[in-house]
């Protein structure tokens, strides 16, 4: 069976048009791809800005970094 035919077919059964079955159809498509994709990084940016509140972030960054490199001299 050809994809028009299938086509006409469900849209016969679900009475509804073909314009609207591949409307449905693509708008299930992006739904499905953007729940496969994730939550996008700016959004996760957004949702997470301002959550780190037990020191300054940079001394914290440079205060591991530095446990890091004695890490490293010593292994």
Partial sequence: MSQK??????A????VSIS???RRAVSEYRIREQ???GVPFEEVLN???GIWE????????ERIRKEWRGALDSG
């Avoid at 037990?54 to 960054?61: K, L, V």
């Fill in 12 to 15: 016969v059964l679900r009475r």
């Fill in 5 to 10: 035919a299938w086509l006409d077919q469900q």
């Fill in 20 to 22: 609207s079955l591949i």
């Fill in 47 to 49: 949702l997470t800005a």
């Fill in 35 to 37: 729940r496969r994709a």
């Fill in 54 to 61: 037990a020191e300054d972030g940079f001394d914290y960054q």
